[in-house]
């Protein structure tokens, strides 16, 4: 029996059909979004732009996003982890918009038969999530188009614990992983994080940092019209009142 292919995308410009897809985005929105779901929203709509979540809003969802690192002003919610994490709840439904990590969840749903949401938060239960015999490709969100440093050691560290024959965009991002004694120590290096703490945001960067702290899997449920669904794996509920709805009956 063949062992299964593993893959990395540095963008999203370089996504192309696969079985399972990991979207990493860890500065901050797939860190975000594992946030909202532990924290009690049901489900979370990755809309491709911010006109696109606009037309989402609607009593019981909560607007969250960012453009240049900063809050879209007219949202409830920035893009932050930290505030997602300790803010009261504030709907049961989250519309997200970002400039890299939310489109590159619609992006992979277009390509891939099934799409996770990982970061360092959720690292052990996406890993255990991932189908054993499926190729995978961990998606990178990047940054405006070009591969971020923090994306790409989180999916080497994917990479290095899945089984299976890597590409050598993976064995790339391994190597990379491997150069760092601790996830701060990519994270803090970053572009990313040097936005962050220009904005005053550094606590999302030590935050973003923890590993395997939330055991939640995200995963896309369906996708249309720039907007992917995302809840809980399949089979399973995060919370006993919460019901999956299409980008349909969302709208």
């Known amino acids: 029996m063949s062992r299964r292919a593993v893959d990395v995308f540095f963008t999203p410009r370089e996504i192309r059909p696969v079985e399972v897809a990991v979207v990493v985005d860890v500065l901050r929105a797939t860190s975000t979004l594992a946030e909202a779901l532990a924290a009690g929203y049901a489900r979370v709509a990755c809309c491709a732009s911010v006109a696109t979540a606009r037309e989402l809003r609607a009593p019981g969802r909560v607007l969250a996003g960012e453009r240049a690192c900063v ?88 990479v290095a614990a899945l089984s299976g024959v890597p590409s050598d965009a993976a064995r790339i991002a391994e190597r990379v992983a491997s150069g760092y004694g601790t996830p701060l120590e990519p994270l803090a290096a970053s572009e990313d994080a040097a936005h962050l ?48 709805r299409t980008p349909q009956e969302i709208a």
Not at 103 to 110: D, H, L
């Open 197 to 244: 703490r220009a904005t005053g945001q550094e606590q999302d960067i030590a935050w973003c940092s923890r590993e395997s702290v939330l055991e939640i899997a995200p995963e896309v449920s369906s996708s249309r019209d720039g907007v992917s669904v995302v809840g809980p794996p399949r089979g399973e509920t995060f919370h006993k009142s919460g019901t999956m």
């Open 71 to 158: 809050r879209v002003p007219d949202f409830e919610l920035g893009n932050s982890p930290v505030a997602m994490a300790t803010s009261p709840l504030g709907g049961e439904e989250l519309v997200l918009a970002t400039t890299n990590g939310s489109p590159a969840v619609v992006a992979a749903a277009r390509a891939a038969d099934r799409v996770l949401v990982g970061c360092l938060l959720n690292l052990r239960a996406v890993l255990a999530a991932v189908p054993t015999e499926a190729d995978v490709a961990i998606v990178c969100a990047g940054t405006n188009g070009r591969p971020a440093l923090e994306d790409v050691y989180v999916a080497g560290r994917f």
